[in-house]
């Protein structure tokens, strides 16, 4: 993997380089270029400041490196509201498959001016985020009273995949807990770390909520490429020295995005090797026709479980619990990657299996940011699960919300695949009522049969 690095300050300052710790490790997994901006001319840079070599890059330079992964430490911005990054530059790179991460959004840089506040209000929506709040002063924290280190603002963070996107949950292991100082609350479809669930918001020092898992990071995907923030100072030596696995979780996000990203460049470049290429800016695909897609849903509550057709009661809220359950997407995932690799099917969310009751789908919307409804919640299955685990062939997948009995419920008609789809190393297969995952041996049996070509 290489990796563009932007650091916090100039080489003139002191401190220019504040992970300096992290560096070194992404170091370890390839060629790391270390900057502070871009320049349209690195010459002209250097003339102005001979000084100073480190500080700037050029175009020409970047396309000479060739980074899979740019990542900024500190501040979005060189100078007023210009990105260290060019957006004009960022946003076609990210989309033609590039990985772009923002660290360092912490309540500090929100905090003042207010001109701060309205710049990454206008940008970070493309990293997948959105601050709560109109101002600067209103900025939402998070503090938390039980699991800190040297102070409430310094949050330990135990467990933090737990309520991340299901496709990222491979950046956390071996992770066995993250540390962040000066923590922002995001809201999003597409979460990528949490706090634990001790954590409290505050803005204006007025508790707005109270012992919860709080978001303060992001992820979007753009096309073929993706962005990310991170809303919390986690980069530097003196939290990476304290918490190693800070730098660690970094390094393991930057491979799998660049992994994804690369896989799906593989996919639009040889679209033998999938269905089609990855959805371009909603360019259209070829409609493939799931078995059940015509059956009423109110039909299809009435019926039992069978080869076909399943229902489960929630995708992510635990109704024991009452707390986001990372193996239930993991079964929704396996569900729909069965009906794939089997003869096509339909899932239904929000109705219980067995008795077809209606539950509703509010309770899964909840975990999701943005307006926490059906919306909401179709957003975060297409971002966190589609997307991930079905790449180019996500379209032909076809989630929809619809209302029965005054509740909402989420159907995914899914067509019968023409090439595997795998999940963690195994194929999901759908047999009579139940998914089983093949591992071993039997995938290469299955394959065989079900896929000959």
Known sequence: MRTLYLSSYSQRNQDWLLGKNLVAHLQRLGDVLVRHYCADSRQAALDANPGFPQDPYDFEEFESFAPDAVFIEGRLYAYDDVWKFPRGIAEPWVRSGGVLVLAGVDREELGNPDENWSQYQRDLPFFGGTLNGNSCSEVRYIRDEVSFHH???????????????????????????????????LSTFSPLVYTSDTASVLAMDHFVHDNYAVPFGSVAEHALGYAAVIAASMTSDIVVDHCPDNALWIGKLLTILSDSAKRNKKLLADPETSDVAPDLDSAAHPRVEAPLENVPLAELVSRPEDHQL?????????????????????????????????DGGVLLIGV?????????????????????????????????????????????????????????????????GTTPVYLDDKLPVRLGNTTTEFAGAKIVEYIRTRFPN
């Open 310 to 342: 399943e229902m489960k009661q929630t995708a992510r809220f635990n109704v024991r619990t009452e707390e986001r359950d990372a193996r239930l997407e993991h079964e929704v995932a396996a569900a729909l990657a069965g009906f794939w690799n089997s």
């Open 151 to 185: 102070n409430p603002s310094w949050i330990v963070c135990n467990d933090p995949g737990r309520s991340a996107n299901y496709w990222l949950e491979g950046a956390f292991k071996g992770i066995d807990r993250l540390e962040a100082i000066s923590a922002v609350e």
């Open 352 to 416: 219980v299996d067995r008795s077809g009751e209606i539950f509703g789908i509010e309770s899964d919307a909840r975990l999701c940011g943005g307006h926490k409804d059906a919306d909401a919640f179709v957003a975060w299955l297409s971002n966190s699960i589609l997307k991930p685990c079905f790449a180019g062939s996500a379209p032909h997948v076809r989630p929809s919300a619809e209302t029965l009995e005054d509740k909402a419920v989420c159907r995914i008609d899914v067509p019968r």
